[in-house]
């Protein structure tokens, strides 16, 4: 469920410009290479603690309830980071650490019963997101107010869709979509994977206008952690996509 805390509310743009007006004026302020920084070692978090989780794994095994838990405490420490946004320095590593544990768990478990989907994931994530940013870069894709509207909509309609789903698994419950290996099952991954590599866009966006409003440093965390979030959201939904297409094989 963390994984949706990307429309991304850690993102708004107001949370940079709201951050620049009590900025000090001789204060330092937010650079795009500061943030980019940044965000380089929290994926580089996620990739070493996914690695460790996957040789774990491989060894022993790893533990339902450690899966399914992980995800939850990550909700708690998204919601944290987003009203206290100073923190994120100190939070999002701790995050990007148990994510990190969460995506190796599940990936040498899918790993298993479909060799190679992981790399797959992982390559076809860093495409999209090598693809994304040249689209807004060169001004393919434009963040409208149109387009954040339809893309934060349509995300909500996710995130409750798959809270909906965790809500109802406690009563025998099974949303066929989420699971299902048939061509519904298929075409709804495939538009939850569009949607999370659209959010990219609004992320590049919202990060361009803090550094643009000259936000404080300390929103440079703040800005990777949000990023970061969309890309380990948009692997496990791609990872999904991989499983459902391997499943009809």
Known sequence: ????????????????????????????????????????????????????????????????????????????????????????????????ALQGLFLGGVSGMLELKFPGIANQAMLLTFTVFGAMLLLYSTRVIRATERFKSIIITATFGIFCYYMISFVLQFFGVEMALIHSSGMAGIIFSLFVVIIAAMNLILDFDTIEQGVAHSAPKNMEWYAAFGLTVTLIWLYIEILRLLSKLNSRN
């Open 1 to 96: 469920m963390s994984l949706f805390t990307s429309n991304n509310p850690a993102l708004k743009e107001e949370a940079f410009t709201q951050s620049a007006e009590t900025q000090l004026v001789d204060g330092p302020a937010m650079t795009l290479n500061g943030t980019i920084g940044k965000s380089a070692l929290l994926v580089g978090i996620v990739l070493v603690f996914a690695v460790f989780a996957w040789d774990l794994f491989s060894m022993m095994g790893v533990p339902l309830p450690f899966l399914i838990a992980i995800p939850l405490v990550g909700v708690g420490l998204a919601f944290l980071i987003t009203f206290k946004k100073h923190w994120a320095a100190y939070i999002a590593p701790v995050y990007c």
